[in-house]
């Protein structure tokens, strides 16, 4: 038994291959595929879709925010938010507008930290605390979505956050956007997310960067130059769903 829960609580950080050319990335090679397909983890939507699921960590404000939302507003595309309980605090009224313009609002937990250090009760009150506060601004206590603070997780995280009732979302396309003594620009960042644009893309931007905020539009403009289509994490959610089960064995097909 010791040796099983030594396992269950192997922390691991998220990393995957890169798209490159419009290949899919991969996490074949990180050693924990198995873990994240296992808890239902989102990692990559339907890749026969050029579909893209846009997402935010939102750990404290840097004055970006407001005008990423005015970018989405305008483009008509949903996103996904995730908060910490520092940003619900000191950012009350981006919080209640996130939710009044129909993005989703994920749990990104209370104090940031590395839950694979932390109790099975302090985890759910890390959430908690974000659910409660959350809440009381937008109205709903629905909250479906985590993202585990800096992208560390181990089994035991990913089981007992799945159930408290999340589904804990990772991404497919990401770069070093959240150091704010490093930004390059904002062609830089559309670069860097336009050449890694895959099918089913979850992509992960912070909020933080100035070049983020800069470059939204143009990503948003050439992935539907390509073909993509911004969705909400609910449809994939709902596709998911509602996705036959494959055939018993001497069930017939079509």
């Known amino acids: 038994m010791a040796v ?52 935010f960590d939102n750990g404290y404000e840097n004055g970006y925010t407001a005008p990423i939302l005015d970018t989405l507003k305008a483009k008509k595309v949903p996103a996904v938010f995730f908060i910490t309980g520092h940003y619900v605090k000191d950012q009350p009224e981006l919080v209640k507008r996130m939710a009044a313009e129909g993005h989703l609002v994920g749990n990104h937990s209370w104090s940031h930290p590395d839950m694979t250090t932390i109790s099975d009760s302090q985890i759910k009150d890390e959430l908690d605390r974000v659910k409660q506060a959350s809440a009381k601004l937008t109205g709903t206590d629905r909250m479906a979505y985590l993202r585990p603070p800096r992208g560390i997780f181990s089994e ?51 909020s933080v960067s100035k070049d983020n905020a800069a470059a939204l539009g143009a990503i948003i403009d050439e992935a539907r130059r390509q073909g993509y289509e911004f969705r909400s994490l609910d449809d994939l959610m709902r596709s998911r769903k509602e996705k036959p089960s494959p055939a018993s064995p001497g069930q017939p097909t079509r």
């Open 4 to 55: 099983l829960a030594a396992s269950a609580d192997t922390p691991f950080h998220f990393g995957f291959k890169k798209s490159v050319g419009g290949q899919l990335p991969s996490i074949d090679q990180e050693g924990f595929k198995a873990i994240v397909d296992k808890h239902g983890a989102i990692f990559l939507g339907d890749t026969t879709r050029k579909d893209l699921f846009l997402t």
């Open 156 to 206: 035991r995280v990913l089981r007992v956050t799945r159930e408290l009732g999340y589904t804990n979302v990772f991404w497919s396309i990401a770069y070093k956007d959240w150091d704010v003594n490093d930004q390059k620009g904002a062609p830089y960042a559309y670069r860097k997310v336009i050449d890694q644009l895959h099918p089913g893309a979850v992509i992960l931007l912070h």
